[in-house]
T-cell receptor, first 113, second 113 residues
Framework: DAKTTQPPSMDCAEGRAANLPCNHS???????VYWYRQIHSQGPQYIIH???NNETNEMASLIITEDRKSSTLILPHATLRDTAVYYC??????????????FGPGTSLSVIP | NAGVTQTPKFRILKIGQSMTLQCAQD?????MYWYRQDPGMGLKLIYY???????DKGEVPNGYNVSRSTTEDFPLRLELAAPSQTSVYFC????????????FGPGTRLTVT
């Protein structure tokens, strides 16, 4: 199964871009990269996902390297409400016809005033 | 839509007691999941379901049971509660499996003493 590696913690100044890296060197060709976040004591929240191309939505941008072995989640103008744990997830290869997803420890992002 | 709802929000159990954590979604999603999150740790998948009548084990299924008699409901049963099951439990649903975003409930905080 493809695994991900993220830094355990990061700081970002309010109003600046937050760039959160993720390594997934064993990713398979048909696996997607997903990002979720979890604000303290709340359920995780979906942010964005991608396969090969860079993606952007109203919350963030996702940059995936050409070899797909790493990616970066970009929050363009971080606010205090973006303080959360961010999870990078790669879809686990199917063992049966059913899907699974595995959450790692994630990156704890602190946005500083 | 209420999304994913979970009851109760909090519960204290004595060792050896049993209980059922309720989860319901009103988005007509086929896929549903149960996760647990221990303090300071990431999410771990307990069980999942791809539709009514179909369930499968995740990473940490021991000590738990599930059933899925309807599309809307996915209860998690704890038999003979143990202190190791003290955790926050999250239920999630997805329209078409983990290739698509998952929607999480607010969680149930369970303490076993």
């Amino acid at each position: 199964d493809a695994k991900t590696t993220q830094p355990p913690s990061m700081d970002c100044a309010e109003g600046r871009a937050a760039n959160l890296p993720c390594n997934h060197s064993t990713i398979s060709g048909n696996e997607y990269v997903y990002w979720y976040r979890q604000i303290h004591s709340q359920g995780p929240q979906y942010i964005i996902h991608g396969l090969k191309n860079n993606e952007t939505n109203e919350m963030a941008s996702l940059i995936i390297t050409e070899d797909r072995k790493s990616s970066t989640l970009i929050l363009p103008h971080a606010t205090l409400r973006d303080t959360a744990v961010y999870y990078c997830i790669v879809r686990v290869p199917l063992k049966t016809s059913y899907d699974k997803v595995i959450f790692g420890p994630g990156t704890s992002l602190s946005v500083i005033p | 839509n209420a999304g994913v709802t979970q009851t109760p929000k909090f519960r204290i159990l004595k060792i050896g007691q049993s209980m059922t954590l309720q989860c319901a979604q009103d988005m007509n999603h086929n896929y549903m999941y149960w996760y647990r999150q221990d303090p300071g740790m990431g999410l771990k998948l307990i069980y999942y379901s791809v539709g009514a009548g179909i369930t499968d084990k995740g990473e940490v299924p021991n000590g738990y049971n599930v059933s899925r008699s309807t599309t809307e409901d996915f209860p998690l049963r704890l038999e003979l509660a143990a202190p190791s099951q003290t955790s926050v439990y999250f239920c999630a649903s997805s329209p078409r499996g983990v290739s698509y975003e998952q929607y999480f409930g607010p969680g149930t905080r369970l303490t076993v003493t």
